[in-house]
Nanobody, 124 residues
Framework: QVQLVESGGGLVQAGGSLRLSCAASGRTFNSRAMGWFRQAPGKDREFVATISWSGDTTDYADSVKGRFTISRDNAKNTGYLQMNSLKPEDTAVYYC?????????????????WGQGTQVTVSS
C-alpha cells in the first residue's frame, strides 16, 4: 500500500500561485499513475489532473488547463501540482492519489491510495 501526504496549501490572492507536493511512501508509487482531485464545500469531488507512471503523459480538467501543471519526481517519490493564475473558484481541499494502474486516468475509482488533503483558499 502507498501512503500519501500532501503539503503546500494555503491562502493566496486571486492571480497568485501555489505549488502542492505529494510525498509518497511505498515501493510501488513509481510504477503507478498519480492524480490530483479537489472538493469544495457542498460539492462533489472533482478531477483536476493526472499523470502516468513515467510522467510522459498528462491530462487536465478543462477548468485548470493552461493554469495548472502536474509533474512527478520518481527518484524522490514525490508528485507536484503547480497552480498559477489562481481564481476564487479554485478554493477547495486538494487530494493527491496513487492509481491502481500505470496509465493516467480521470476516474477516481482507478485510484486506491489517497492523501489526507490540503486546503487551498483563493481570495478575490
Amino acid at each position: 500500500q502507498v501512503q500519501l501526504v500532501e503539503s503546500g496549501g494555503g491562502l493566496v490572492q486571486a492571480g497568485g500561485s501555489l505549488r502542492l507536493s505529494c510525498a509518497a511512501s511505498g515501493r510501488t508509487f513509481n510504477s503507478r499513475a498519480m492524480g490530483w482531485f479537489r472538493q469544495a464545500p457542498g460539492k462533489d469531488r472533482e478531477f483536476v489532473a493526472t499523470i502516468s507512471w513515467s510522467g510522459d503523459t498528462t491530462d487536465y480538467a478543462d477548468s485548470v488547463k493552461g493554469r495548472f501543471t502536474i509533474s512527478r519526481d520518481n527518484a524522490k517519490n514525490t508528485g507536484y501540482l503547480q497552480m498559477n493564475s489562481l481564481k476564487p473558484e479554485d478554493t477547495a481541499v486538494y487530494y493527491c492519489a496513487a492509481g491502481i494502474w500505470s496509465s493516467m486516468t480521470r476516474d477516481f475509482r482507478d485510484f486506491s491510495s489517497w492523501g489526507q488533503g490540503t486546503q487551498v483558499t483563493v481570495s478575490s
